[in-house]
Nanobody
Framework: QLQLVESGGGLVQTGGSLRLSCTAS???????????MAWFRQAPGKEREFVSA????????DYLYFVKDRATISRDNARKIVYLQMHSLKPEDTAVYYC???????????????????WGQGTQVTVSS
């Protein structure tokens, strides 16, 4: 089993920054360095959407076009953590942000929710105008 726990969300003003973290634990976390990791988000009344993904060794990184110039995904395989640094936040970024793991290293399309077998509980990000 793999547990994913997100943290770092909160209330921030427009133009502010946040760094989200996702920490992996559980028996399957011993292979964390082989997993592709992703961030998705879900705003009230909307479907869950892809934000960013990083493959197992960081050689491939993808971003939702809407956040591409405002977000940086990274990972620390030794600590089993994936990060999403976001700046210049907008009210439209308000959502619950979820971390997800693809145990196969980075299948495509990375935007497909079905490629991710494990999900965290989410962390709320609220951007005030």
């Amino acid at each position: 089993q793999l547990q994913l726990v997100e943290s770092g969300g909160g209330l921030v003003q427009t133009g502010g920054s946040l760094r989200l973290s996702c920490t992996a634990s559980g028996r399957a976390s011993s292979s964390f360095s082989t997993y592709a990791m992703a961030w998705f988000r879900q705003a009230p009344g909307k479907e869950r959407e892809f934000v960013s993904a990083i493959n197992w060794n960081g050689s491939r990184i993808d971003y939702l076009y809407f956040v591409k110039d405002r977000a940086t995904i990274s990972r620390d395989n030794a600590r089993k953590i994936v990060y999403l640094q976001m700046h210049s936040l907008k009210p439209e970024d308000t959502a619950v942000y979820y971390c997800a793991a693809d145990l196969f290293g980075g299948r495509t399309p990375v935007t497909d929710l079905n490629n991710y077998a494990y999900w965290g509980q989410g962390t709320q990000v609220t951007v005030s105008s």
